[in-house]
């Protein structure tokens, strides 16, 4: 169905005349023929006279875009807020993956088994956030950044604990002294910055 199809539809289920839409546009009767019958288009000004009257959006008179009914947005934003809730359950698995599975072998091989399955876990945030026209949550977006910044943080703090201290591991989770001050140091920090960027953007 074209523009033409679409305002002859409206106009039919309206059950008025050429004549009585061209009254309501301020048009002559001629106009509106010709715009059902594709020989002219209403200018912009005439499309939004048009949805009014007709109780539609312009998006539709111009390009067929049905809105999307109550029933249809309320399922979108229960998907939206399913996925928020099961992408971060795949960002603590892969946390907690990380820390049983070093625990046992201590390789890093576990740590990049675990980091796949965050990476599942933030592309379902994602597609969460396009199919939800409203912003994720703060506790999912403050509660994400905690459990993806762990592993990294953990293994950069071990690391420079190796390198300045002579002891800790490149970890998922800290191990000695070092490695755990330096550690508590550096994700206060991070925890504090991000809740406050947060907090800033959801005043916005």
Not at 64 to 83: C, H, M, N, R, Y
Request: proline letters at 3%; a negative charge; one cysteine or more.
């Amino acid at each position: 169905m074209n523009m033409a199809d679409r305002i002859q539809y409206l106009r039919k289920a309206k059950g008025i005349s050429q004549e009585e839409l061209a009254d309501k546009v301020g048009v002559s009767r001629q106009a509106v023929s010709k715009w059902e019958s594709e020989q002219s288009t209403p200018d912009l000004e005439k499309v939004i006279i048009l949805s009014d009257f007709f109780g539609v959006t312009t998006d539709y008179i111009l390009k067929g875009i049905e809105p999307a009914t109550d029933k249809e947005q309320k399922s979108k934003e229960f998907t939206s807020q399913v996925l928020y809730i099961v992408s971060t359950a795949f960002v603590a698995i892969g946390l907690f993956c990380a820390f049983g599975e070093w625990y046992e072998t201590q390789t890093m091989e576990a740590v990049w088994g675990a980091m796949i399955i965050q990476a599942i876990g933030i592309v379902g945030y994602f597609i969460a956030k396009v199919l939800s026209e409203e912003k994720a949550p703060f506790y999912v977006n403050w509660l994400n950044i905690i459990l993806i910044a762990f592993m990294p943080v953990s293994m950069i703090t071990g690391f420079i604990s190796i390198l300045f201290f002579g002891q800790g591991w490149i970890a998922p989770y800290p191990l000695g002294i070092f490695h755990t001050l330096l550690f508590a140091l550096v994700f206060f920090v991070i925890l504090a910055a991000s809740y406050i960027i947060l907090k800033n953007k959801q005043k916005d």
